[in-house]
């Protein structure tokens, strides 16, 4: 009798030990989280590969907690800037903007994880993730550019006017993408609001029209520009060191620029490199870059924010140029010049 008893209530911790693993398996489909998905082989990798992806939920589980360890650095970043009044010159604020865009790019790709059922939801999440996504980059453009004006001493390039023009670019520019998008997405897809092609990708990315020309192009002609000033500011800042007579203070003026063009190839080669995975894996549609992406574009806001904000080096590049003060004047000097000592005078 008690054998049959147990075996029974073996059976029954069987049974439901089988119902938890199907229903365990089924919330963690690509059904519900929207992975990609191709028959067949794609780009060399199986299909068994793909849906292993898809099933176990490991891509979702690294968006989740890349994305909230991104989250939580880009504020920490944030608030660095914004805490010391030193910090707040047109270079460090041009990078906070920055830092915000890439904040609300973390969090809305955090947003779509779950997947989004709604169409207008969807179409919204995909327009806003690519505004945001070129904005990043337009700020990026700007530092590059303000960095050369530095380096070149061009006139007023610290003054207000300059940062209230790098806020209409930055701002202001990816609105005709926004809008170009709008226009693609309506021609690819002759029933705007149909989600078919944007559900497998969470509604992170568009059509894969609208993807190319209104985010991947505009993205590679920005990084083009970026470089452009990050060489021309390479090629001044060494012709400027060059012209010291002192050879201390040239061997600092070298540290620094190296420091300042090293933190924003950096910047420029994390961002360009998550976009331009996004975009392969949104075009032709292969697991592995998919995978590669959605673990690079978690992270990138952490690896940008410990980049900037967690080098005491780059804190005195971006602090304001400090004078000397009598002793008597200390107590009215501001809370970073008390923190760290005065950055070298350039």
């Known amino acids: 009798m008690h054998c049959f008893y147990r075996s029974e209530v073996h059976a029954d911790l069987y049974a439901l030990r089988i119902d938890l693993q199907i229903t365990m398996e089924t919330l963690y489909t690509g059904a519900i989280h929207g992975f990609p998905h191709t028959g067949g082989i794609a780009g060399g990798i199986s299909n068994g590969i793909a849906g292993t992806l898809d099933r176990d939920g490991a891509l979702s589980l690294i968006v989740v907690l890349g994305g909230s360890l991104s989250l939580v650095a880009l504020v920490f970043a944030f608030i660095t ?158 012709y400027t060191c060059s012209m010291q007579l002192e050879v201390k203070r040239r061997e600092k003026m070298k540290r620094r620029r190296a420091l300042q063009l090293v933190l924003f190839l950096k910047v420029n080669l994390i961002i360009g490199s998550v976009a331009g995975c996004g975009v392969a894996a949104r075009v032709w549609e292969i697991p592995i870059l998919w995978a590669i992406f959605c673990t690079g574009h978690s992270l990138q806001g952490l690896a940008v924010a410990l980049s900037v904000a967690c080098n005491c080096r780059v804190l005195k590049v971006y602090a304001r140029k400090a004078h000397k003060q009598p002793k008597h004047q200390i107590a009215k000097s501001s809370s970073m010049q008390l923190l760290a000592p005065p950055p070298d005078p350039v």
């Open 81 to 238: 800037y914004s805490l010391f009044s030193d910090l707040r010159s047109l270079a460090g604020t041009t990078l906070m903007n920055l830092l915000a865009a890439l904040f609300m790019v973390q969090l809305l790709f955090i947003v779509g994880v779950g997947g989004v059922q709604d169409s207008e939801l969807c179409i919204s999440l995909g327009l806003s993730l690519q505004y945001v996504r070129v904005s990043v980059v337009c700020w990026l453009a700007a530092m590059c550019h303000h960095l050369y004006a530095t380096v070149a001493s061009l006139p007023c390039c610290d003054d207000a006017p300059a940062y209230l023009k790098y806020s209409i670019f930055a701002w202001g520019a990816p609105m005709i993408s926004f809008g170009l998008a709008i226009l693609l997405q309506r021609q690819e897809n002759h029933d705007f609001w149909d989600i078919h092609d944007l559900t497998p990708f969470n509604c992170w990315f568009l059509g894969s029209k609208a993807t190319v020309y209104t985010y991947g192009i505009p993205v590679v002609l920005l990084l083009l520009v970026s470089g452009y000033y990050l060489l021309k500011a390479a090629i001044v800042a060494r």
